[in-house]
């Protein structure tokens, strides 16, 4: 008689969620990426039959090769850093709640490239977890981004028989050990390189009719900024709000980062210290178009000095965030023995 194999143990996940990233910075490994990428229509809010053409035919075959040349600028030995970064973050995540006493198994996906959502719940799924709680890498929510992942989870789900019990964390903008990262990262940057006359802080931007549309991303991203400035003690003359990463001919929110750096320079601004709050990872929008473009912007405009603060990547104060806001969502569950 056949013996029945036996049933994996139930056990609690969190599965923290990023944007995405080639597998490699070369006009193919792009190319599919951005291919993806564009083809949600969270993140291009088109009628299909008009961006397909022009995604296929125009941005394609002409972006992938200048996108690719501008991650072989920010490539390390360990590969891409968002990917490199994401990992560390749910492997010390994992160690956070595990000294806590939490029994929780800690992954991470990407909404775009590998390793999908959809491949990391099959693993967890087919491992037993039967609660899972899905932490995007988002603090600020905007249907761009965090509804993308909960789509991707939800297409996932429609596909199974037995769904796992699902949380989701779309929003920790105003987390207090977030932050208070944020402002310690930056206040250590300060002790060990002077501070600078003017902060920018640089928000991924999203076209202004997303707000009208009603999308929170704006409030919310004005929100961390003024907690921040609050944090760090700074009255409204000593930093400044702006958005990167335009895309396109619509009109996107303002005020614009590149420009503001160019505005400042001009009105003689000898150094400026940049931190991007919305992003919890080094990667190109960081490394590329705030650390190296956004320098150059600021210094051939007729500024002195620029300083690119880090990203929280895997610093302890954030881990410690991380853990609190997931502590949090996994109340009620079973996690400790």
Not at 5 to 20: D, K, R, Y
Not at 58 to 87: H, N
């Amino acid at each position: 008689m056949a013996v029945k194999p036996s049933e994996p143990q139930p056990f609690t996940a969190v599965l923290l969620c990023n944007l995405g990233t080639p597998e490699a910075p070369t006009p193919a490994a792009v190319r599919t990426y951005l291919r993806e990428f564009l083809s949600d229509p969270r993140v291009v809010e088109i009628p299909r039959l008009a961006w397909l053409p022009i995604l296929y035919g125009v941005i394609l075959p002409l972006r992938a090769a200048k996108s690719a040349a501008k991650y072989a600028t920010i490539w390390t030995p360990d590969g891409s850093p968002l990917k490199f970064w994401t990992e560390r973050q749910a492997k010390r995540l994992q160690g956070w709640l595990g000294e806590r006493g939490h029994r929780v198994k800690v992954g991470y996906a990407m909404r775009y490239g590998s390793p999908s959502i959809a491949s990391r719940l099959d693993a967890l799924a087919q491992a037993g977890a039967n609660r899972i709680v899905i932490l995007s890498a988002y603090p600020q929510y905007s249907g761009t981004t965090t509804a993308s992942v909960i789509d991707a989870v939800n297409a996932w789900s429609a596909r199974q028989r037995s769904i796992p019990e699902l949380r989701f964390v779309n929003r920790y903008h105003d987390d207090r050990g977030y932050v208070q990262a944020l402002a310690r990262r930056i206040e250590r940057h300060w002790r060990e390189n002077g501070k600078a006359e003017h902060l920018v802080m640089s928000f991924h931007g999203v076209p202004e009719r997303t707000v009208r549309l009603g999308d929170p991303y704006h409030a919310e991203c004005q929100k961390t900024a003024r907690l921040l400035a609050e944090w760090l003690q700074l009255d409204p003359s000593q930093f400044t709000l702006t958005f990167q990463s335009r895309f396109g001919r619509a009109k996107w929110l303002e005020p614009a980062t590149e420009p503001t750096l160019k505005k400042l320079a001009k009105a003689g601004t000898k150094r400026v210290d940049v931190v991007c709050p919305g992003f919890t990872s080094d990667c190109l929008e960081t490394l590329e178009e705030i650390a190296q473009e956004g320098r150059e912007a600021f210094l051939e405009a007729g500024g002195k000095e620029f300083h690119y603060i880090p990203c929280l990547n895997d610093e302890t104060d954030w881990i410690a965030a991380l853990g609190g806001i997931a502590e949090q969502n996994l109340a009620g569950w079973a996690t400790k023995a």
